[in-house]
Structure formats: C-alpha cells, structure tokens
C-alpha cells in the first residue's frame, strides 16, 4: 500500500517554486537595496510613477499608481533610515575624539587659572604682610 | 613699588620726579602692548569662527528636527491613506527617520563642536580676564596697604600713592595677560591643529546625513502632496465649495515647502563644508601670520549660516500644516 506520507528524500527537498527562485535572506536582500544602482532605479520608478499619477485622470488609476509608489516609497525610506542608523556609529566614534580636544583645552585652561591663582597668591601675601604690619609695628 | 621722597628732599631730585611718574604708565602700556599685539589676530579668529560655528550647529540641528518632523507627517499620512484600504499600515510598524539614540550622539557631537569653538574662542580672547584682573587690582592695593603700614610702623618712609598703586596693578594685570598669552599661544594652535582631521570627519558625515535628508524630504513632500491630492478626489461632494477651495489651495503650498526646504538644506551642506575649509584655514593661520584669507571665508560662511537662520524662521512660520 503506498504511503501518504512523502518519502525521506522527498521531504527534505524544497517546493520547487522556491527552487527555481530561492528565497532570500533579509541580509541579502537589504545588500541588493544597498547596490547605489539599485536604489537609483527605485528612486527613478518612484518619478516616474509620480508623474504618471499626475497625467492619470481616471481616479481607480491614480490609486493604483499611488498604491505602488506608497510601497516604493517605503522601501527607500528604510534605506535612508539604515543609512543615517550607520552614520549615528560613526558620530559616535568621532565624539570620544572631539571630547578628547575639548578636555586638552581645559586643562589649558587650569593652567590659565593657575597663573591667575598665582597672582592672587602674590596679593594675600602682600595683604598678609601689611596686616601683620599694621597689628604689630612694634615687631619693627 | 616706588619709593616715595620726602618734599625736603624732592627737588633736588626734578628728573627723579619726572622719571617717577612716567614710569608707572610707561610701564603698564609697554607691558599691554607686549602681550597684547601678537595674538589680536589668533584671537580674532577664533571668536570670528566660533560665532560662524554657533550658527552652523543651529541650523544642522533645526535641519534634523524639521527632517524627523516632516517624515512623521508623511508617514501619518500615509497611515490616513491606508486606513480604509485592504492593507492598513500598523502605526507600530513607523519608524522615526532618526531613532532617539542618533538624535541624542548627533546632538553631543554638534555640541562638543560649538564647546570646542567657544573654548578656544574663549582661550583666546582671554575670558578669565574678570579674575586677573581682581588678582591685579588686590595686588596694587595691598601694596599701596603695605607702603602705609611700613610708613607708620617704621621710620624707612616707603609710601606708594593711589596713582602708583594703580599703575603697580597695571603692570601686574598686563604681567598676567603676557603669562596667560604665552600659554595661549604655545598649546591652542597644537589643539586646532589637531582639531583638523575630526571637523573634516565631521563635515563628511553632516554632509552624509544632510544627502540622506535632501532625498527623504523630497520624496517626503511628494507623498503629501499626492496624498492630499487624492484625499480631495475621494471626498468629492462630502466637502463644501470653501472646505474643498482650501484643501485645493494647499497643494501649492506643499509644492512651495518642498522647494523651500531642498534650498535650506543644499545652504546648509555648502555651509558645512565651509565651515571645514574655514577651520582648516584657522589652523593654518594659528602657526602664520597671514589671515587674510582666512577672514574671507569666516565672512563668507557666517553671512550663509546667518541666511540659512532667518531662512529657518520664514520656514516655521509659513509651516503649512
């Protein structure tokens, strides 16, 4: 009696729909996006797309039309989100850099505020010393 | 501190009494003089392309809010659209252009930009002149309260005028600027210097991000103007005669705002790099004495940065929405 049940071999094979075209993995498929040729060519369907909604007259059309564009649309807004995600690291990196010249500027500026501080050094000493002066000037 | 002659004794000492009171002065304006000059045009400069700076950073960040802004606004049209059809759109499923943590490390970096500038800006004008100066002025005072207590409390007879004690806290403010100028000059240059290659990095990244916003804002600005277009065309006679003539009317000023904003942003990517090449050209005149050149671009680039600051005023108020 012959099974229902696929045999061993059979089973481990994929429909042969996705053979002929397999499926994609969402790296490979956002790698294909990335391709600038890629992206050009969406950008120019969503153009020219925009043009033909605005010479449709018929209402069903434009709706169509719009339907793909709002798809297109989407599309090449998840790759500039992508992009401007990249960027955010590499903003990230630069900072630790820029923080860095920003902290070797204030210790230039403890070393300004030290020399202030060594005037104002200069000044307690000679208050100090007409102080003593004037508490004491049998001490002269 | 100037001895100070008995009146017995003072003329026969004339040119000891000129020399005297001259001297206080002379000295207070050579010492100004000395500390002052060599680094006018380090300082100039500086505060020159921190001001032009300051306003880059407003803009670049103004440009992020009304990009994140605007993207929201498509999207929730978008949503509108959807609403109704077979496939609505899951509000979840929006995604700001730019999430919290890229807003939030662009914003640090944009100030870490504007601190450093002030800072060397600050450098070198000499901004803790308010202490020195305090620190002189206690100097010549104390001394003046010095000359008073060895006067009564001893028979030496050293007494040192107002004007004298003056002109002690002059020398000491100009002794100060002199210190804090040669400090000024022998490390800022270095850290401009080595400022460069990071604000060149930066420009290429703002530049980056600014291409990015030019082409999401276009497409931005189409799908509300194809979305409002169709919004009319589906309402028909639900809207009244006014109610319709107004929705019609805002087609055009869409168009209006996306034109506008494409203009702001392609000021602001010019003024980006300008501002780069103007830091370049600072740090080169940090270690030369030839500015000229360099005051020509900070011109240039604050009269941009200050166009694309009003253009940004125009912008908000004529929001359309």
Redesign the interface.
């Known amino acids: 009696m012959p099974s229902n049940k696929p045999s061993d071999k059979k089973s481990t094979l994929k429909p042969a729909t996705l053979d002929a075209t397999p499926a994609l993995s969402d790296a490979e498929v956002l790698q294909t996006f990335k391709d600038p040729n890629t992206i050009q060519a969406y950008?120019d369907l969503?153009d020219a797309l925009?043009r033909a909604?605005w010479e449709a007259s018929d209402?069903k059309d434009?709706?169509t039309i719009?339907g793909i564009?709002?798809h297109i649309?989407?599309i090449?807004?998840?790759l500039?989100?992508e992009?401007?995600?990249a960027?955010?690291e590499?903003?990230?990196a630069?900072?630790s850099?820029?923080?860095d010249?920003?902290d070797?500027?204030?210790d230039?500026?403890k070393?300004?505020?030290k020399?202030?501080k060594n005037?104002?050094t200069?000044?307690?000493v000679?208050?100090a010393?007409?102080?003593v002066?004037?508490l004491a000037?049998?001490l002269? | 501190m100037f001895l100070n002659l008995d009146k017995s004794s003072a003329h026969e000492f004339p040119c000891t009494m000129r020399h005297r009171q001259s001297l206080p002065a002379l000295l207070g304006v050579s010492l100004f003089l000395l500390a002052g000059c060599s680094l006018s045009p380090l300082a100039r400069n500086t505060a020159s392309f921190s001001s032009a700076a300051s306003l880059v950073v407003d803009n670049t960040q103004n440009a992020y809010r009304t990009a994140v802004r605007l993207?929201e606004e498509a999207q929730a049209s978008?949503l509108v659209?959807?609403f109704d059809s077979a496939q609505p759109m899951d509000p979840h499923s929006i995604?700001?252009?730019?999430?919290d943590?890229?807003l939030k490390?662009?914003t640090?970096?944009l100030n870490?930009?504007q601190?450093?500038a002030q800072?060397?800006a600050d450098?070198s004008n000499g901004v803790?002149s308010p202490?020195?100066d305090?620190?002189?002025a206690?100097?010549g005072a104390?001394?003046k309260?010095?000359g008073?207590?060895?006067a009564?409390?001893?028979s030496i007879g050293i007494n040192v005028s107002a004007t004298e004690a003056n002109a002690a806290s002059t020398a000491?403010k100009a002794?100060?600027d002199f210190?804090?100028n040669r400090?000024?000059r022998s490390?800022?240059p270095k850290?401009i210097h080595?400022?460069a290659p990071?604000i060149e990095?930066?420009a290429n990244?703002l530049s980056?991000?600014i291409t990015?916003l030019r082409?999401?804002s276009g497409?931005d600005y189409?799908?509300l103007l194809?979305?409002q277009?169709?919004f009319i065309?589906?309402a028909g006679s639900s809207l009244s005669a006014t109610e319709r003539r107004a929705e019609i009317e805002r087609l055009p000023r869409i168009l209006a705002r996306k034109q506008a904003t494409d203009d702001m942003l392609g000021e602001l990517q010019t003024s980006v790099r300008k501002l780069a090449e103007t830091h370049h050209a600072l740090a080169v005149s940090a270690t030369s004495k030839d500015s000229l050149s360099l005051q020509a671009r900070i011109a240039d680039l604050r009269a941009s940065a200050e166009g694309l600051a009003t253009f940004y005023q125009s912008l908000s108020a004529s929001s359309d929405k």
């Open positions: 950008r969503y925009g909604y209402i434009k709706d719009q564009r709002d649309y989407e090449l807004t998840d500039n989100i992009k401007l995600q960027n955010t590499l903003f990230f630069l900072k850099k820029i923080e010249n920003n070797a500027l204030g230039i500026k070393k300004i505020a020399i202030t005037l104002s200069v000044a307690s000679i208050s010393i007409s102080k002066l004037s000037p049998s002269l | 993207n978008l659209a959807r995604r700001p252009l730019i999430d943590k890229g490390t662009r640090e970096v870490g930009l601190a450093y800072t060397i450098l803790s202490k020195l305090e620190a002189a206690a100097c104390n001394l309260s010095l008073d207590a060895l009564t409390s001893t000491f002794l100060g210190l804090v400090q000024v490390s800022v850290v080595e400022m990071h990095a930066l990244l980056s991000d990015t082409d999401q497409r189409e799908q194809a979305q277009d169709s065309r589906h």
